[in-house]
């Protein structure tokens, strides 16, 4: 069984001096995390933390689909996202 991804941001966060960013950032990760898996069950997910300008960058890929079609959100094919400001 592989690790919680609530465990695996902890460590590698206290790991490089960054445990101020651990609570908001296990609990981003383990939404992203389920939402994904929920959507693309039993394939593959990627996650990424990045530390970088004073901020850091949490990304998760999945293996869903593009969406197409009228009216379908183009922002998963965009790379448009989202910004908090912890």
Known sequence: MSPSPRAVVTAALHAHGLASYTW???Q??????????TLTPQKDL????RHRD?????????????HAGP???SSARSGVGGRCGY
């Open 46 to 49: 990627y996650l990424s933390l």
């Open 54 to 66: 004073d901020a850091l960058r949490l990304l998760v890929w999945d293996q869903h689909p593009d």
């Open 24 to 26: 908001p950032a296990a």
């Open 28 to 37: 981003i990760a383990s939404e992203l995390v389920a939402v994904n898996a």
């Open 71 to 73: 009216g379908s959100p």
